[in-house]
């Protein structure tokens, strides 16, 4: 339901009900300007993500789970290794996400851990380029940084004896100082050296500096724009800032040696990427493009075959809810093509 409440600001209220669930969203948490109906799209899915009610309500839908299927690769291990072995097959490498986070027993951060476990046991006997990328407050970050640092650490060790990476994700800003430290301390044990890498995120004002220490160190760093509402004072509120921004941390990851994944759809900061590599005469084999399952698959494809390395991220289990919500808000638009699909046989 849309309410209309002055001539300045719209709220929205959203209602599901069914025989067993019902939620609704406080409308006064949606105010945003009227005169920005992107901006009013993309918090709401950003507020949808983090609403649990709903949450509960979609996850457990067999719509729900039917329209994740673009973006998210099913719910088992055996799914998600069957979607790395098709795109393996397209000379695409992949980073394979169990999806969940802020657990809320250090029972369940144990179990996603356990999972990962099994994955990497999956993906050793394999012939795939294939890691593994997690988020910290999957591994028990809320309830004891410590707990989530030892079985971090424990998941690092599995990587480091097969020979595969841990990519740790880079969530909100409340975690971003944290993740730094964590990640800086894994990285500095020898063993664990070149198997622990990191997510920096363009939009926050921060993130040169941030760069800059983890260089020093030699740690492998993944750059995205970055996917959750952030206040003005932390990260830029304008696309074209952090376009800018995007582009001049690219040009202090591409020279530094270490082997870097330029994540993202955007055609321009692909371009400025392959531009600047074949001004500095960067190999292409020095650093990779990632993007996301089920996104821009056809450009994914045609950099493989102009020669890149691409690198596809793989989600896949039943929490996909919250990752489902916010590629909706980076691209509203996606609701029409879900639709559009959805009803297509
Ligand atoms: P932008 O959002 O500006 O979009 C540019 C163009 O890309 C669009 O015009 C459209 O064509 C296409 N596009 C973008 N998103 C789309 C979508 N959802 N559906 C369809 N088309 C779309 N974030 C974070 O905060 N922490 C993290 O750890 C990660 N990890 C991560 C890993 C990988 C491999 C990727 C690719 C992205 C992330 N992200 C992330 C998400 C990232 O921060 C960002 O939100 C998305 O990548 C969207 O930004 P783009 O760079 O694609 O550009």
């Known amino acids: 339901m849309v309410i209309l409440s002055s001539p300045r600001y719209l709220g929205l209220e959203i209602r599901v ?8 969203l406080c409308k006064n948490e949606l ?24 949450r509960r309500f979609s996850e457990s839908s067999t719509l729900g789970r039917r329209m ?12 998600a290794m069957a979607a790395a072995h098709a795109l393996g097959s397209q000379g695409l490498a992949v980073t394979l996400d169990s999806l969940g986070e802020n657990v809320a027993t250090p029972d369940q951060a144990r179990q996603a851990a356990q999972v990962y476990h099994w994955l990497l046991d999956a993906i050793a006997p394999s012939q795939l380029d294939a890691n593994v990328s997690l988020k910290l407050t999957q591994m028990g970050m809320d309830l004891s940084p410590a707990l989530a640092e030892e079985i971090v650490a424990g998941l690092v060790q599995h990587a480091s004896i097969i020979g595969s990476f841990v990519r740790v994700d880079m969530e909100g800003t409340a975690y971003t100082q944290a993740t730094i430290d964590m990640v800086r301390r894994l ?19 921060r993130s040169a500096d941030d760069i800059a220490a983890l260089l020093s160190d030699g740690i492998r760093i993944r750059l995205c724009k970055g996917a959750y509402k952030e206040p003005p004072d932390l ?17 202090m990851l591409l020279p530094s040696g270490v082997f870097h994944g330029i994540a993202t759809h955007d055609p321009a900061m692909i371009q400025a990427t392959k531009r600047f590599a074949r001004e500095q ?14 996104i821009r698959r056809d450009l994914q494809r045609s950099l493989v075959q102009e020669g890149y390395r691409v690198r596809v991220y793989v989600p896949f289990g039943d929490e996909w809810y919250p990752y489902f919500m916010r590629r909706l808000a980076e691209r509203p638009a996606n609701v029409l093509f879900l639709a559009r699909n959805f009803f297509r046989k």
């Open 281 to 294: 005469k960067i190999g292409l084999s020095t650093f990779e493009f990632q993007m996301l399952y089920g």
């Open 235 to 251: 990260a830029f509120p304008d696309k074209a800032d952090v376009d800018r921004n995007y582009i001049a941390l690219m040009q």
């Open 31 to 54: 105010f945003v300007p009227i005169w920005n109906p992107m901006s009013l799209l993309r918090s709401t899915f950003i507020r949808l993500s983090q609403n649990a009610p709903i």
């Open 17 to 24: 009900n069914s025989g067993r669930h019902s939620a609704t």
């Open 187 to 205: 990285h500095a044990k020898p063993e664990f050296r070149g198997h622990v890498g990191i997510v920096i995120q363009a939009y926050l004002r």
């Open 68 to 79: 994740s299927s673009r973006f998210v690769a099913g719910f088992r291990i055996e799914d």
